[in-house]
């Protein structure tokens, strides 16, 4: 006899590919994983939320090196979160973000495949979703600002700072926090 396995396909909906073009998406889902090559990255799930293509998932990868960062500041920026400086962000308050997303399909092992290559702020003047206009201090804060420090004496001359290396991103006055 053969092997069996028993399901329930009840309230089960196809698979429903995302148009190609611009589409307003919340943000569902964002996970910590790691690339092939080992490097870091956050795996987001988005999903339409208006027109014809609401409902589908569109899924992106945000690899955390320098070169590859600038996606995902596109996005921070399209979702109105500061993305200057050293930050730590609260990847679970970027749930429920919503951006516009332009949707290309390309092809890929074979499929075609929805891929996101851009993040805009929202067109339409309001969304459900986003009921205030300044996020930013939900996500991230700034770090305290140092005061100057008054001197009696002449400063003496000191040597040139060094550029920032990353070693000395662990310092955590550097960082904001969210």
């Known amino acids: ?5 028993k ?9 429903k590919k995302c148009e190609e073009g611009i589409h307003t998406a919340k943000l569902v889902a964002i996970d910590e994983k790691t690339t092939q090559a080992g490097d870091d990255m956050l795996a987001a799930t988005f999903e339409v939320t208006k027109g014809d293509s609401s409902g589908a998932r569109v ?6 090196t320098s070169k590859a960062l600038w996606k995902l500041k596109l996005f921070l920026t ?18 429920g973000k919503v951006v516009d997303i332009e949707v290309v399909h390309e092809e890929y092992n074979g499929q075609t495949r929805a891929r996101i ?8 003047a309001a969304t459900d979703d986003d009921e205030d206009d300044d996020d930013e201090d939900e996500i991230v804060e700034e770090a305290p600002k140092k005061k100057p420090v008054e001197k009696s004496k002449p400063a003496e001359k000191k040597p040139e700072p060094k550029p920032d ?10 960082w904001e926090d969210a």
């Open 165 to 174: 290396d990353d070693d000395d991103w662990e310092d955590d006055e550097d």
């Open 59 to 64: 899924f992106d990868n945000f690899t955390l």
């Open 78 to 95: 399209a979702a109105n979160i500061k993305a200057e400086g050293k930050i730590a962000i609260e990847l679970d308050k970027l749930i």
């Open 1 to 5: 006899m053969g092997r069996k396995v």
């Open 117 to 124: 290559i851009s993040y805009t702020k929202v067109a339409s």
């Open 7 to 15: 399901l329930d396909f009840t309230n089960v909906e196809a698979y």
